[in-house]
């Protein structure tokens, strides 16, 4: 049986270390502060498959061959998603927070790591369904181009959609799923209608900051792969980028718990930590 990579030693630590630092010099990706087993899990993966022996000789390929670090930097952002990913989670948004939403003249909503837009056309489709969307604008950011380029294609797999299909009802749909897209051989095109309100955009948690107030914010699946201190660094993003009242939804994964924040929200719901910022 070949032995599998050491990436659990000292050294290794130093070279992980070295290996961030270079991807952050080279490409401007900050990964240095996400979670240690995050790093160690997706770097030991693509040593497997890439058959190379340590971390230095990634960090080789990763300075001087753009094929590569390209391959790498998919590797280390996690894109896995679905529609209405969670329905009770969203069955919660449409009876608690939609009627919150229904008391504003304009809604601004903002996905955090919206990855290939799954979730995007989710809120969208609740929207229409709920009567907001003319007057809403979703603000769908991830710093992973590729999955920025699939969302606003808004084109997935036609097998996946009886499973969304599934999702969409457990999460209180109200029309047929089918109505929101059309299938095209083995693709499913989502109804262009849903793509008006949103803005997409190249946006890092990591190093950009604030770009507008939201009235809600989104950010499920994301921070789990970030260490403490980023962790607190982007709920601090994410509170200077609610108005006050705002609703920041962060799903059943993550936690306000040890932010310096938390008493400046008030919690509307324990399973999918979902807060309310205090006036
Ligand atoms: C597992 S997906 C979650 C997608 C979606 N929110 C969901 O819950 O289904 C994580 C997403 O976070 C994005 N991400 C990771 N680090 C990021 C950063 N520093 N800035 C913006 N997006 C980031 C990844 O590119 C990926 O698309």
Not at 74 to 90: G, W
Not at 97 to 123: D, N, Q, R
Not at 178 to 190: K, V
Not at 245 to 269: C, M, N, P, V
Request: proline share 2%.
């Amino acid at each position: 049986m070949p032995s599998l990579p050491i990436v659990n030693s000292e050294s290794s630590d130093i070279e992980i270390n070295l290996l961030l630092e270079a991807i952050y010099q080279k490409y401007g990706y900050d990964f240095r502060q996400y979670s240690e087993a995050h790093i160690r899990r997706r770097l030991t993966n693509r040593l497997m498959l890439s058959g190379l022996s340590s971390i230095s000789e990634i960090q080789h390929n990763v300075l001087h061959d753009p094929v590569f670090a390209s391959q790498l930097l998919q590797d280390l952002s996690i894109t896995v998603t679905e529609m209405f990913r969670d329905p009770p989670f969203y069955k919660y948004i449409r009876e608690n927070v939609i009627p919150i939403l229904k008391t504003y003249s304009f809604i601004k909503i903002w996905h955090a790591g919206c990855s290939t837009g799954e979730e995007v056309y989710s809120m969208a489709i609740l929207l229409k369904e709920e009567g907001l969307y003319e007057r809403s604008t979703i603000y769908a950011t991830d710093f992973n181009e590729f999955a920025l380029d699939k969302a606003r294609e808004g084109i997935y797999a036609a097998e996946i959609m009886k499973e969304y299909t599934s999702n969409y009802q457990q999460a209180g749909g109200k029309k047929s799923f089918s109505d929101y897209f059309i299938a095209d051989y083995d693709m499913a095109i989502m109804d262009q209608s849903l793509k008006k309100r949103v803005v997409w955009a190249n946006h890092n948690l990591v190093t950009d900051s604030v770009f507008a107030e939201m009235n809600m914010i989104l950010c499920r699946n994301v921070l789990i792969y970030f260490n403490r201190d980023l962790q607190n660094r982007v709920q601090k993003l994410f509170f200077d980028s609610l108005t006050n009242g705002g609703i920041l939804a962060l799903g059943s994964k993550e936690s306000l718990r040890f932010s310096t924040l938390e008493d400046h929200y008030q919690e509307l719901d324990k399973k999918y930590r979902v807060f309310k910022k205090k006036y």
